[in-house]
């Protein structure tokens, strides 16, 4: 299997030691994460970091991007802006994106008419995605994220009512992900190993009467 390089793309305020993707990047080999102005939403300033992560990689590099929130907005708006990338996206997961009618050229849309909700509606994705969402996110309601899914052709993975799938909502360790993960070897065998450790746990604890 082609060795993957996998892109971690947080969202607004950044993604710190306690988030899922801190936790995610620990595990992934091969890993980078894109840098942002984490205060300031302007879409295309982090597309085009988006895009200076990805040329600082070997041009033949296979991609595994995994975006969080207005990460997920940047992906696809990168991935539309600029193609050529796409061929080289083996898996797209986009976790709990935002809804694009919260932002604007300016960043955080104080007037949903300049909002960027009609510009998203027109874009299409071509790489293997999964969006995966939750019924009460604040941030992108769960019929609003079902209208987006359909309208970019991507399936949903609803992990019930999880807030934002973030932080606050309890999502330091995310093991929920890891099946929906394209893994190079070294980390298949660290998620073989840390399951037979949890099963031997787990067999312990039940043979003491614990």
Avoid at 139 to 150: E, I, V
Wanted: net charge neutral; glycine share 6%.
């Amino acid at each position: 299997m082609t060795t993957i390089h996998n892109i971690i793309v947080p969202g607004v305020g950044g993604s710190n030691e306690h988030h899922w993707q801190s936790w995610l990047e620990n595990r992934l080999t091969n890993c980078s994460r894109v840098q942002q102005d984490w205060q300031q939403p302007i879409l295309n300033k982090w597309v085009e970091q988006w895009l200076k992560t990805i040329h600082a990689l070997d041009d033949n590099a296979s991609l595994q991007i995994i975006a969080h929130s207005f990460g997920c907005l940047t992906s696809i708006a990168a991935l539309n802006k600029y193609p050529e990338i796409a061929s080289r996206v083996k898996n797209l997961i986009l976790v709990a994106p935002a809804n694009p009618i919260r932002f604007g050229e300016t960043g955080f849309s104080q007037n949903n008419e300049n909002s960027y909700f009609e510009a998203f509606k027109e874009l299409k994705l071509s790489v293997p995605t999964k969006m995966i969402i939750s019924e009460n996110d604040p941030w992108l309601s769960y019929s609003d994220a079902t209208y987006f899914a359909a309208l970019w052709h991507v399936p949903t993975i609803n992990l019930g009512q999880v807030g934002h799938i973030n932080v606050d909502s309890g999502f330091g360790a995310f093991p929920e992900l890891m099946p929906h993960l394209l893994l190079n070897s070294k980390e298949r065998m660290f998620e073989r190993t840390s399951s037979l450790l949890k099963s031997t746990q787990r067999q312990f604890l039940a043979q003491s009467g614990l």
